[in-house]
């Protein structure tokens, strides 16, 4: 039932959501019909991923995906690489989707570690934007505009190497 809600919301449905959870018959078909469109949007995307820019460091990696994969599913993409197989315990990931004139960025982080909402906080003093989540699953939109220098920015502090005692 939450996925249905989930698939409706995220492909822009909120209105077949709602009349699906009031037991609309007509909103039913439609919400079962996002459903099915958002799990081949999620299956196209992760296999886009392969032909993707990708920038990767010790300990992270960064994949733009510009237009190719929608702004609302760029945080799902990023929760299903974290919890693969395909990178090892504290690696950072980070996707980027474009969208009107901004840029949807979603970090997650594989198992514990590093807090990846204070990274993408302490990255966007400098250029701007807003900020969300918490340690181990962040979120910030930024303009277009600062693209390349929110690339590098961000780099710099995935790149700290956190020294333990």
């Known amino acids: 039932l939450s996925a249905i809600i989930n698939a409706c919301s995220r492909l822009g449905e909120s209105d077949a959501a709602i009349l699906f959870c009031l ?3 007509k909103a039913k078909k439609k919400a079962e019909s996002l459903y099915a469109k958002y799990k081949q949007m999620i299956v196209s995307s992760l296999n886009s991923i392969q032909n993707l820019e990708k920038i990767e460091g010790k300990g992270y990696v960064i994949i733009n995906a510009k237009r ?5 599913i760029i945080g ?3 929760s299903i690489l974290s919890n693969s197989s395909l990178y090892e315990e504290g690696t950072i990931i980070t996707t980027m989707a474009h969208y009107e004139d901004k840029i949807k960025v979603s970090s997650r982080i594989v198992s514990g570690g590093r807090n990846v909402r204070e990274i993408l906080n302490n990255t966007i003093i400098k250029i701007g934007g807003e900020v969300g989540g ?4 962040a979120g910030c939109n ?18 700290v190497e956190i020294v333990k005692v």
């Open 76 to 78: 799902t993409i990023a």
């Open 142 to 159: 930024i303009s277009q505009s600062n693209e390349k220098e929110f690339i590098e920015e961000l780099k710099k502090h995935l790149e």
């Open 23 to 25: 037991q609309n018959s």
């Open 68 to 72: 190719e994969i929608k702004d609302t």
């Open 134 to 137: 918490h340690h181990l699953a």
